[in-house]
């Protein structure tokens, strides 16, 4: 293991590795606070229209979701694609469930990640991945 081992020392014979320690340790952490400051300065700060909770959109536009579908989501209080995109799997297969079994046969597998695409405005690659898509899987 002798070939692993880093010479630290200068010519004088003085030890360099804690200088250089430092060094590194400084720029790290003045590269953490400027990133932190253009962040603050530049990033971060999307401005987005303010709409009420309940609002209703039409959730027939994700592959997968009929006019059937999309009462039994009005149903259990999912009304947008943003309340759909935070909704899991599982809680959107129990809302199938419980709308009993004419609606065992659906997947809502991508149903919330298309929300999310439609909640964000991304229509056209929405578009795009509904091609690809069946019944929502």
Known sequence: MKF???NTTACD?????WPWFLWLLAAFLLGLI????????FGGTKVTEEKPNNYKEDLTKIEGI????EALLN????????????TSNAELQ???????PAFSAHRPLTWSAQARLAD????????KWQTALKGGV
């Open 120 to 127: 964000e405005g991304q229509w056209e690659e929405l578009e």
């Open 94 to 100: 129990k809302v199938l469930l419980d709308g009993g």
């Open 75 to 86: 149903k259990d209080g999912i009304y947008n694609y943003h309340q759909l995109a935070l």
């Open 34 to 41: 400027l990133g932190w400051l253009l962040h603050q300065l």
């Open 66 to 69: 009929g006019e059937k579908i």
């Open 13 to 17: 014979g003085s030890d360099l590795f």
């Open 4 to 6: 692993l081992q880093i």
